[in-house]
């Protein structure tokens, strides 16, 4: 009897082991599960923070001119701009040069930190090439506007490059338009002003003939106004004689 008094306690102390044991590692996995957990979590929130903290532009760039060469081993600048003050200079918020071979378009991708963009500001995209003295080859003449910021949602934009000498020909042949409007205008004027020259010289002509007209209409009456005066004075005299005889 004593030895199976004996027995059955040595198996509940046991089982009462095993469920200490069972029970120390049931905590243990759900202290490891919330571990996990958290730092799963803290790994989502630091990639959102670092997604907000810096945000991606992407696009394409196209090249107008496909009869003008680019560069060998051309370098495309491609700059964020805040063109918010049009009385200033734009201010560089981010830039990134991406080499290009051909005249196909060409993928770039734009990374800009959230911290340095006003998103209430306009910001813009432009795209030049220059030589290795720094002369401007190719250039977007467009702005290319585009929405910043942290919950900024950017669809890829396309942006457009003309080579410089395209553009000074377009500004060459304004300035020619220009010269030719002006010359037809002052045309315009030298035809007004000739025209008005002549004829206040007509009017003056005129003037004159009238003037010369009247004088002589004066004249005559002048004269004839005398010669009635002479006339009554000799009618006169001739009768003061006859009466003196």
């Known amino acids: 009897m004593k030895r199976q008094l004996f027995i059955a306690a040595a198996l509940t102390g046991t089982l009462a ?4 044991d069972q029970a120390d590692d049931s905590e243990q996995n759900a202290a490891n599960t919330a571990t996990q957990t ?9 990639q959102t923070d670092q997604q907000q903290a810096s945000r991606t532009l992407e696009g394409v760039m196209e090249f107008v001119a496909t009869d003008t060469p680019l560069p060998d081993d051309a370098q495309v600048k491609v700059s ?5 003050r049009a009385d200033a200079p734009a ?4 830039e990134t040069t991406v080499d290009v071979s051909g005249n196909d378009p060409v993928e770039f991708s ?9 998103p209430g500001h306009a910001h813009a995209v432009r795209a030049e090439i220059r030589d290795d003295d720094g002369n401007l080859l190719w250039t977007s003449p467009q702005r290319h506007q585009v929405e910043v910021g942290p919950d900024a949602e950017q669809a890829p934009i396309t942006v457009s490059l003309e080579p410089v000498a395209s553009q000074g020909s377009i500004a060459g042949q304004a300035l020619e338009d220009t010269e030719n409007a002006a010359d037809q205008a002052g045309n315009a004027v030298a035809d007004t002003t000739g025209d ?4 206040a010289g007509d009017a003056a002509g005129d003037a004159a003939e009238a ?8 004249a005559a009456a002048s004269e004839e106004a005398a ?10 005299m001739e009768d003061d004689s006859q009466t003196a005889q």
């Open 17 to 20: 082991l095993a469920g200490c």
């Open 38 to 46: 958290e730092q799963t979590t803290a790994g989502e929130q630091a």
């Open 80 to 84: 964020l701009l805040d063109v918010a």
């Open 91 to 94: 201010t560089t918020i981010s």
């Open 110 to 118: 734009l990374d800009y930190p959230t911290a340095q963009v006003d």
């Open 196 to 199: 008005a020259v002549e004829a």
């Open 211 to 218: 003037t010369e007209e009247t004088a002589e209409d004066a």
């Open 227 to 236: 010669e009635e005066a002479h006339e009554e004075v000799e009618e006169m």
